[in-house]
């Protein structure tokens, strides 16, 4: 089994291209980032705030933009890093989009 990449050079990159909107070869990259900042794992203390930063950017622009599955990976992401230490007593069972 593969390691997930890193989120926090993605998230960086995706920073960077923040400055080319009118760019259209800068967006193409930007939309990639998007796609792998939303489905990546967070296994890490630099993933989960890589993740947040994008859903904190995400949802600065149009909280309507902000993607199910980045929810659901930082959720998983806390829940993997935090353990069982964290109550979920009174919460629907922990799912992750496919």
Not at 25 to 47: C, H
């Amino acid at each position: 089994m593969s390691k997930p990449a890193s989120l926090m050079p993605l998230f960086l990159a995706y920073q960077q291209l923040a400055g080319c909107a009118e760019c259209e070869p800068a967006d193409r990259l930007r939309g990639g980032l998007e796609q792998l900042l939303a489905a990546g794992e967070v296994v890490s203390a630099d993933d989960l705030f890589a993740k947040a930063r994008y859903l904190q950017d995400c949802g600065r622009i149009d909280p309507s933009l902000i993607p199910m599955e980045a929810l659901d990976t930082l959720v998983a992401g806390v829940a993997l890093l935090l353990g069982p230490g964290l109550s979920q007593a009174g919460t629907a069972p922990l799912t992750v989009a496919a």
